[in-house]
T-cell receptor, first 118, second 116 residues
């Protein structure tokens, strides 16, 4: 009963280094999301995906890239990390519904990845 | 544009007392859903309760209830008989019915601390 799994849980990078965060869900959800959480700012959407092979920009996409090669996996990449990207990153997923069901869709979250960029 | 406002950055409450966490929202869509999530110190986001804009009654889930005042555009979370384990960050969130890809937006959160 894994739900949404994020790896790694913690990471420290030096400025300019690259890394990939992995999100995996076993609930067969179509939609997946990457958020960042900064103190006092709630969760802000970085990128999202509505299905395998499709991605789109969210509210704060600059400095990040994503890929969804398999339905169950959503990868978030930092090509050249900057101190401003120090944050906690959350992945979430939700099933695709239509009509009134859309309102009630619950997003299920992973446990988060704490990233520090020095 | 849709927006969620949580005006209480932090609250302290005595154990066993009831507590109300404030949330106001702004949307021009007549059909939307409102959510509350809890984030304990361990970091995970836990779904607590949902309220639909057309629901006639306020939502309840155990000790959690949602005081939904549509005309005021408020969706306050009420926790009855608070417990030490209720200490956490609480986020209010909203989705408009026609939001693409079921996206939701979050408020900035309220940190609730329960005193023994």
């Amino acid at each position: 009963n894994a739900g949404v799994t994020q790896t790694p849980k913690f990471r420290v990078l030096k400025t300019g280094q690259s890394m990939t965060l992995l999100c995996a869900q076993d609930m067969n959800h179509e939609y997946m999301y990457w958020y960042r959480q900064d103190p006092g700012m709630g969760l802000r959407l970085i990128h999202y995906s509505v299905g395998e092979g499709t991605t789109a920009k969210g509210e704060v996409p600059d400095g990040y890239n994503v890929s969804r090669l398999k339905k169950q996996n959503f990868l978030l990449g930092l090509e050249s990390a900057a101190p401003s990207q120090t944050s906690v990153y959350f992945c979430a997923s939700t099933p695709r519904t239509t009509g009134k069901g859309v309102r009630k869709n619950i997003q299920y979250f992973g446990a988060g990845t704490r990233l520090s960029v020095l | 544009a849709q927006k969620i406002t949580q005006t209480q950055p932090g609250m302290f409450v005595q154990e066993k007392e009831a507590v109300t966490l404030d949330c106001t929202y702004d949307t021009s869509d007549p059909s939307y859903g409102l959510f509350w999530y809890k984030q304990p110190s361990s970091g995970e986001m836990i779904f607590l309760i949902y309220q639909g804009s057309y629901d006639q009654q306020n939502a309840t889930e155990g000790r959690y209830s949602l005081n939904f005042q549509k005309a005021r555009k408020s969706a306050n979370l009420v926790i009855s008989a608070s417990q030490l384990g209720d200490s956490a960050m609480y986020f209010c969130a909203m989705r408009e019915e026609y939001s693409s890809a079921s996206k939701i937006i979050f408020g900035s959160g309220t940190r609730l601390s329960i005193r023994p």
